[in-house]
């Protein structure tokens, strides 16, 4: 939890430059918001951001009240500066203990958040709690296949100089096991689909700055206790870039899920 903290207050000074997948899937999301023909009069965002979300909020007119909220207090302290003319409260709170009566929401939303969580299955069962019977959850979070490429670029070298192999890529849900893990929970009607999205950098430098921007690396990539050499990065660079790129570009790929 404080890794998240530490990692997104960082990342709330340059969010306009590294915002850019976080904006894409959360038109994504809202594109599939519009296909439900529901009133989510009162709605709970998890995982807020700078207020990335608040004038795609703003188009719906059947929302009254929004509660939106992150981790990081300094996300938030940007969002309050976005908002205009709807009811909302800013909150920071833990997601695993939300602050909220029993079927308080039409709208339980969530962009690309719950993947920090330490117990998902807590998470779930809290939103669970706090939606109305009719409810509706509606959330991106990162499947198993993100950053295959640089999983096995980092292994690979490890294994070429260390002669071992520790894990750096975080473990994501996979997609065949998403929807029994809502069904478990008690979500009835549970639908799940995903996007595959590559996105094209200079080197593995270039990309792992870019997880940094967007406050993801604690989360998307392992952290060893001791000192990881500038010499295995450099042979995963070069691993990742002949068996990894396009018109001299290196590609990763995010797996997107979408409950």
Known sequence: KKKNQISRNRASTKYKKYDYLFNEINDRLFDRLKFIKRQFANTLEIGSKTGNTINLFNKKKDIKKIFISDISKEMLLIAKKRQT??????????????????????????????????????VLNE??????????????????????????????????????????????????????????????????DKDSIKIFFDDMFSLMKDLKGMGESNSLIGRKKNFTTKKLFSEANQIYKKKFSKNKKIYATFEILYF
């Open 127 to 192: 939103i669970y709690r706090v939606l109305r019977p009719d409810g509706l959850f509606l959330c991106s979070i990162f499947g198993s296949e993100t950053l295959n490429e640089l999983k096995y670029s980092l292994c690979t070298a490890e294994d070429k100089i260390l002669k071992s192999i520790t894990p750096r890529v975080s473990p994501f849900i996979r997609l065949q096991d998403a929807g029994s893990l809502l069904q478990k929970v008690g979500f009835q009607l549970p639908v799940i």
């Open 85 to 122: 003319d709807k009811q909302k409260i800013f909150l920071s709170l833990d997601e695993e203990n939300l602050p909220f009566k029993n079927n308080q929401f039409n709208l339980v939303f969530s962009n690309l958040y719950l993947h920090w969580s330490n117990d998902l299955i807590k």
